[in-house]
């Protein structure tokens, strides 16, 4: 069982920079895939960015590409999402979640955080 707990959204202006954080509890946090997504206004949840469990192996998806960076601190249970270069497009609620296979399908993902707001101006 994991809990997961999103942070650090906002309002940016287009060009400027934000950090999320993901904070999990459970005993088995380790051994996870974990991933974040992203669902803009009107539009269905999409998949961002995914990091394999022991921080090896990362996986983004094109619009996102060259601009963020997901990480992980397995010793305090935390991942994060480092966006640069925003643009309105990004605008979307983020959703950190945690699953057993390095999939972009939020089908293989078990576990969900609420959600944080990142809005970004033109």
């Known amino acids: 069982q994991v809990q997961l707990v999103e942070s650090g959204g906002g309002l940016v202006q287009a060009g400027g920079s934000l950090r999320l954080s993901c904070a999990a509890s459970g005993r088995t946090f380790s051994s996870y895939t974990m991933g974040w997504f992203r669902q803009a206004p009107g539009k269905e949840r999409a998949f961002v960015a995914r990091?394999?469990?022991?921080?090896?192996?990362?996986y983004y998806a094109d619009s996102v590409k060259g601009r963020f960076t997901i990480s992980r601190d397995n010793a305090k249970n935390m991942v994060y999402l480092q966006m640069n270069s925003l643009k309105p497009d990004d605008t979307a609620v983020y959703y950190c979640?945690?699953?057993?296979?390095?999939?972009?399908?939020?089908?293989?993902?078990?576990?969900w955080g609420q959600g944080t707001q990142v809005t970004v101006s033109s």
């Open positions: 979640a945690a699953g057993g296979y390095a999939s972009s399908s939020e089908r293989d993902y078990a576990y």
């Open positions: 990091i394999k469990w022991n921080g090896g192996s990362t």
